[in-house]
């Protein structure tokens, strides 16, 4: 199993990238696939997810400026990041789970799979 993501790179605050995810070596339709991120001293922290059902989930620091969308073919996960702040900068990590429980949505512990990273850098 292989979550690759891609997508990172240096941008001035106010400006957008986005994150891709693919994901192999299993068939991950039933697993919710989401984004967390970790700075510089601090720990990983949930970004967003979507469920098999396409409902998604955000962190409140990036409701209204992120959003997460799955490709056609459910392996792929997206991050459209619009609006970033220096804040945003971190090394960002996509990842799989299997669980179906809705409050572990966030939880990091409940991912049984993690891409290795892309660095999101945002400049003020």
């Known amino acids: 199993v292989q979550l690759q993501a891609s997508g990172g790179g240096l941008v001035q605050a106010g400006g957008s990238l986005r994150l891709s995810c693919a994901a192999s070596g299993r068939a991950f339709s039933s697993y919710s696939l989401g984004w967390f991120r970790q700075a510089p001293g601090k720990d990983r922290e949930f970004v967003a997810a979507?469920?098999?059902?396409?409902?998604?989930y955000y962190a409140d620091s990036v409701k209204g400026r992120f959003t997460i969308s799955r490709g056609n073919a459910k392996n792929t996960v997206y991050l459209q990041m619009n609006s970033l702040k220096p804040e945003d900068t971190a090394v960002y990590y996509c990842a799989a789970s299997r669980s179906s429980i809705l409050s572990m949505t966030a939880t990091a512990a409940a991912y049984n799979y993690w891409g290795q990273g892309t660095q999101v850098t945002v400049s003020s």
């Open positions: 979507i469920r098999w059902n396409g409902n998604t």
